[in-house]
């Protein structure tokens, strides 16, 4: 749903370790969503993408869960390396409405 | 280097200035989107636009702020009389649009300063 302006939740997980990062969104009718990252001083960078019709997609080190019936997504990160730490955002959006809804996004540290 | 490309970087102006923040899409991306960050926050939509029509504008302030993606150049994000509220980080994104929803991909924005 729409960001609230709190401070960020954040998620401090060891090097190495496997990340979960989750996220509730607001409309029922979203039918598109994507994981971003977004690193300081930087602009959201696309991580993975699932449609409606998918209930899970795999990348390179990342998977993410669709959960229509409770309207939850998921990112998960395998083997967490210093360099996934940034603040992730799921979004949202439903087909041909184009404009995106940004979550409140967490904020991942990573412990050595 | 084929990303979305936006300028300045940063901008600080004085209240009362006009701000022109520019961007230009992946190249074949032909749609165009203006989002709004503040510290800690989410971004916020503000306005899609496609080459010479703006298609959704209902994220964007009635007064003071505008947008255009001409025939040719870049797609301008344009806020005049700004207040110390404007100061944020002004993102754009770009999509093919090919094909439904296609991921929409940032630059790194430009961050307004208001004095």
């Known amino acids: 749903g729409e960001s609230v302006g709190l401070h960020l939740p954040t998620l401090s997980v060891q090097e190495g370790d496997n990340s979960i990062i989750n996220c509730a969104y607001s409309?029922?009718?979203?039918?598109?969503f994507i994981w971003y990252k977004q690193e300081s001083g930087k602009g959201p960078q696309f991580i993975i993408d699932?449609?409606?019709?998918?209930d899970k997609r795999q990348g390179q080190r990342v998977t993410v869960l669709l959960n229509k019936t409770v309207k939850h997504l998921s990112l998960q990160i395998a083997a967490t390396q210093p360099g996934d730490s940034a603040v992730y955002f799921c979004?949202?959006?439903?087909?041909?409405?184009?404009?995106?809804?940004f979550g409140q996004g967490t904020r991942l540290t990573i412990n050595p | 280097n084929a990303g979305v490309m936006q300028n300045p970087r940063h901008l600080v102006r004085r209240r009362g200035q006009e701000a022109r923040l520019r961007c230009s899409p992946m190249?074949?991306?032909?749609?165009v989107y203006w989002y709004r960050q503040l510290p800690e926050e989410g971004l916020k939509f503000m306005v899609y636009?496609?080459?010479?029509?703006?298609?959704?504008e209902s994220g964007m302030p009635k007064e003071r702020f505008s947008a255009e993606f001409p025939k040719e150049g870049p797609s301008i994000l344009r806020i005049q009389q700004v207040v110390r509220g404007d100061s944020a980080a002004y993102f754009c994104?770009?999509?093919?649009?090919?094909?439904?929803?296609?991921?929409?991909?940032f630059g790194d924005g430009t961050r307004l300063s208001i004095l």
């Open positions: 699932i449609r409606s019709n998918m």
């Open positions: 636009l496609q080459k010479e029509n703006i298609i959704d």
């Open positions: 409309n029922s009718a979203s039918d598109y």
């Open positions: 979004a949202e959006t439903r087909e041909g409405a184009q404009k995106l809804v």
């Open positions: 994104a770009s999509s093919s649009g090919l094909g439904g929803n296609q991921p929409q991909h």
């Open positions: 190249k074949g991306h032909s749609h």
